[in-house]
Nanobody, 114 residues
Framework: VQLQAFGGGLVQAGGSLRLSCKVS????????VGWYRQALEKERELVAT???????NYAGSVKDRFTISRDNVRDTVYLQMNSLKSDDTAVYYC?????????WGKGTLVTVSS
């Protein structure tokens, strides 16, 4: 299983970024995929997940600002992040749980300047 994330960068507070993650090596369309993040000196935390049927789940801190979506033709999961805050600064990882194992991408850094 390979997960390759794109789209991180530096953005001012209040701005937007869109992350994407290409997943290969699995039947993407039948798996739940998600985004997690890890800020400096903090534990990794859930940001959002999306099931094969399109049901979404968000951390309270990002609800109404972030939107997760998926493209089952391109085997890609997206995270649209709006109204970014300095607290959103972190390395963002895409994730899929497959055959009893957690699979992670390398992560993409998002830095929000205030």
């Amino acid at each position: 299983v390979q997960l390759q994330a794109f789209g991180g960068g530096l953005v001012q507070a209040g701005g937007s970024l869109r992350l994407s993650c290409k997943v290969s090596g699995i039947n993407f369309r039948i798996n739940t995929v998600g985004w997690y993040r890890q800020a400096l000196e903090k534990e990794r935390e859930l940001v959002a997940t999306i099931t094969s049927g399109g049901l979404t789940n968000y951390a309270g801190s990002v609800k109404d600002r972030f939107t997760i979506s998926r493209d089952n033709v391109r085997d890609t999961v997206y995270l649209q992040m709006n109204s970014l805050k300095s607290d959103d600064t972190a390395v963002y990882y895409c994730h899929v749980h497959f055959r009893g194992r957690d699979n992670w991408g390398k992560g993409t850094l998002v830095t929000v300047s205030s």
